[in-house]
């Protein structure tokens, strides 16, 4: 048995902030911010715009474009780190939504890493044979998260949402392989000040930026490499590389160290800005309107994420 992703859903905030309209509030500039991230703009949700009402709109999206009934969907998982509220969980909200009734939901926090330990899992779920239909989210509102006048972090994020419906099957296509680790030494190299347990707020982001740089590089390109050696395959045999899209020096960094053409890597850094957990469902759903894109095509996904979290996923289409 396999497990296939049937189908794919985005979803973005209508309100668009360039890099020109964070110039008038902070010291920085459209050049500036290019050159160093490779993002032009960024999705910033609406006043009442939630976690749970980006990942409806991608859900709604993605159950439309694998063509099936939601009342199929047996689990739902919702990768975030920024949920609705501190309890109960924003994929309880969503299951509330989709009015789906006395199927399990949860909420899996890895932060950029979220949607990659959320396939890991959701893999190994439908595996056991406990779940045929499992409904997987990254949805993300990093603007709550901001401090948006620290020209280091605000430039880099935005809101969205991107789902898939992932299902057994008994073909050859599908999820072939993944890996997930994490490494509690570098829990302060991203995070943010606050907490329930510790202040009672959410706080903003902080990052040591030249740390996190180093560790995301060599992070995901050793278990691309893993992932690949383990299957068997080389980087020559993957047609499509999708990484977190955090900073376009980082996506190029890995790039070079994995030797893979640069016209197979899927890049919406600079639409998007980093959408943490969303940013590789949005990716996908980006990569499915390629004209290039086609069944039997094998992608590589890798993200890394505070924690540090990092993993891997190897698909065929």
């Known amino acids: 048995m396999t497990c296939k992703i049937l189908g794919c859903g985005a979803y ?67 990768c975030t780190t920024t949920p609705d509220n501190s309890f109960p969980s924003t994929a309880s909200k969503l299951q509330g939504y989709l009015g789906l009734n006395n199927i399990p939901s949860f909420d899996l926090q890895a932060v950029c890493s979220g949607f990659i330990y959320g396939l890991h899992v959701a893999d190994s779920l439908i595996k056991t044979g406990r779940y045929k239909t499992i409904l997987i989210v990254g949805a993300e509102k990093m603007s709550s998260l901001l401090d948006w006048q620290d020209r280091t972090t605000c430039i880099l994020f935005g809101d969205g949402a991107g789902a898939v419906i992932l299902q057994h099957s008994d073909d050859n296509s599908g999820i072939i392989d993944s890996n997930i680790y994490s490494d509690g030494r570098y829990y302060d190299i991203l995070y943010t000040d606050g907490g329930v347990s510790t202040n009672g707020k959410s706080g903003v982001i902080k990052m040591e930026g030249r740390a996190v740089f180093k560790h995301a590089v060599e992070k995901m390109s050793e278990s691309s490499e893993e992932i690949l050696r383990n299957n068997n395959f080389t980087i020559h045999d993957v047609d499509y590389l999708i990484p977190h899209q955090a900073n376009i020096r980082i996506i190029d960094a890995v ?26 469902p949005l990716a996908l759903s980006s990569l499915k309107s390629y004209d290039t894109f086609k069944k039997g095509d094998i992608l590589l996904l890798t993200a890394i994420g505070a924690g540090i979290t990092w993993g891997s996923v190897l698909i065929k289409w």
């Open 255 to 280: 790039v070079e160290r994995l030797k893979i053409n640069p016209n197979k890597v899927v890049k919406t850094v600079a639409e998007h800005a980093n959408c943490s957990a969303a940013s590789i």
């Open 12 to 78: 973005l905030p209508q309100h668009v902030v360039s890099n020109a309209e964070l110039s008038l509030s902070i010291d920085t500039n459209d050049e500036w911010i290019r050159s160093r991230t490779g993002i032009l703009q960024r999705h910033i949700a609406g006043d009442g715009e939630c976690t749970s009402h980006l990942a409806f709109k991608a859900s709604q999206n993605a159950i439309k474009d694998a063509g099936i009934e939601a009342s199929s969907i047996d689990l739902i998982i919702i």
